[in-house]
């Protein structure tokens, strides 16, 4: 009778430490990808004040409220502010016709060259978007009171001179986020978390636990 070959236990066990190292590589992988997206997030909010004190160092002027911004920025077509020190409008102002501070804040940025992007209102690619590729913006902070962007679970509003709200940034990320730039907690501090895709005036930080795989506007003042 003819003998049946098998796996020995040595081979059993060379096969499940190379399982195993794959997984663990694979894992890692993973991890080392989220931590990069973490950081482009991340990054996103911490740019936006260095457009605010650059052109303000260029211009002694506030970007979207600047009322020179044509002489600063020579260009005749731009859209300039009442030069109040204050961004008017809110941070998902989105339409070319619209001539919000806020929404003009880019223009005026990107024509100092103090950040990427195109300048021309009616381009498809106009509207800043986060490392996410979702939407991105910012407005003035509680000193106005019609532009607080969401409020914490104990329903006080974002704290800020500027409130930077990033659009659609999965559970997951937003953890990470808080961890890295606030307390860790989503529903208080300087940054808040809202699960909806309805960018909006007044939102509520949401007091539960964060779904990694929903998505949320979160939003961070400075």
């Known amino acids: 009778m003819k003998k049946q070959a098998g796996f020995t236990l040595i081979e059993l066990a060379i096969v499940l430490v190379i399982i195993g190292l794959l997984l663990g590589g694979v894992l ?5 990808i989220n931590s990069a997206k973490v950081k482009n997030l991340a990054n996103d909010f911490r740019t936006i004040p260095v457009y605010i004190y650059g052109y303000q160092d260029k211009f002694k002027a506030l970007p979207g409220d600047d009322k020179a911004a044509k002489t600063h920025l020579g260009d005749a077509t731009v859209k300039e ?4 020190g204050a961004l008017g409008g809110s941070w998902f102002d989105a339409s ?8 003009q804040f880019w223009r005026h940025v990107r024509l100092a060259n103090l950040a990427p992007g195109v300048t021309d209102v009616t381009n498809p690619d106009w509207r800043p978007t986060n490392a996410d590729g979702n939407p991105i913006g910012i407005m003035a902070g509680t000193n106005v009171a019609a532009s607080s962007a969401m409020k914490d679970g104990a329903g006080n509003a974002i704290k800020g001179s500027y409130v930077i709200c990033s659009q659609g940034v999965l559970g997951k990320y937003v953890i990470q986020l808080d961890v890295t730039m606030d307390d860790g907690n989503s529903s208080t501090g300087s940054m808040l978390a809202s699960k909806t895709n309805a960018p909006a005036l007044g939102l509520s930080a949401d007091t539960g636990v964060i779904d ?3 998505s949320y506007i979160v939003c961070y003042g400075i």
């Open 212 to 214: 990694p795989a929903a």
């Open 96 to 103: 070319a016709d619209n001539a919000s501070e806020a929404y």
């Open 81 to 84: 502010g009442n030069g109040d």
């Open 28 to 32: 890692k992988g993973q991890e080392l």
